[in-house]
């Protein structure tokens, strides 16, 4: 079945430095990447959808320069972010569409939890 | 602005009985649903699916039952095992907003021995 890869799994980072998370389908091309961050006991929020080779569409209320997103293959998608400060400590997950319905139309990372101290 | 959301935050269920989780969405427009199960600090994971133009979908031990009269969304889950124990999350897809998931506000299930 389709498969995402996302690492780090974890990462602490001081504030004020740079964070690459990467996202990689490893069985399949993916026509649209989305990025999600959860907070603890709260829900996920789409923070933006790539499709590779053009710029990411952000959700409302994410700051693009904040949190850079590299789409340059379809079977990988990295987010980046920026400056970060201990308010971005949070879990990011990714997800892979194959722009279809079933178990595997959207498939999601493993999540990568950063603490930024 | 619309969003899915959930009922009960939390949900306590003996071994072996049976559980129903709930979601309500607001927009009519949505097309597809998804329901997730997500295990403490994984990704969310595919349980069963259902598209608008269905009420009901069976899968092994689950039902998603779709009310789009009341715009209601529900999960059962049989004989709920230790296993089950999670958060659940529904999802929606809008057509019209390509194809990007909204995810509710999840609902925990605790499954007592």
């Known amino acids: 079945g389709a498969v995402v890869s996302q690492h780090p799994s974890w990462v602490i980072c001081k504030s004020g430095t740079s964070v690459k998370i990467e996202c990689r389908s490893l069985d399949f091309q993916a026509t649209t990447m989305f990025w999600y961050r959860q907070f603890p006991k709260q829900s996920l929020m789409l923070m933006a959808t790539?499709?590779?080779?053009?710029?990411?569409?952000?959700e409302q209320g994410v700051e693009k320069d904040k949190f850079l997103i590299n789409h340059a293959s379809l079977t990988l998608s990295t987010l980046t972010v920026t400056s970060a400060h201990p308010e971005d400590s949070s879990f990011y997950i990714c997800?892979?569409?194959?722009?279809?319905?079933?178990?595997?139309?959207?498939?999601f990372g493993s999540g990568t939890r950063l603490t930024v101290v | 602005g619309e969003s899915v959301g959930l009922h009960l935050p939390t949900l306590s269920v003996q071994e072996g009985d049976n559980s129903i989780i709930n979601c309500a969405y607001s927009?009519?427009?949505?097309?597809?649903f998804i329901w997730y199960k997500q295990e403490s600090g994984k990704g969310p994971q595919f349980i069963i699916d259902i598209r608008s133009n269905m009420d009901k979908r069976q899968g092994q031990r689950v039902t998603v039952l779709l009310n789009k009269t009341v715009k209601h969304l529900s999960l059962q889950i049989a004989a709920t095992q230790p296993g089950d124990s999670a958060v659940y999350f529904c999802?929606?897809?809008?057509?019209?907003?390509?194809?990007?998931?909204?995810f509710g506000g999840g609902t925990r299930v605790l499954v007592k021995p």
């Open positions: 927009n009519s427009a949505s097309d597809y």
């Open positions: 997800s892979a569409s194959l722009g279809q319905v079933g178990s595997e139309g959207y498939t």
């Open positions: 790539s499709n590779e080779g053009s710029k990411a569409t952000y």
């Open positions: 999802a929606e897809k809008i057509q019209a907003a390509g194809n990007k998931l909204t």
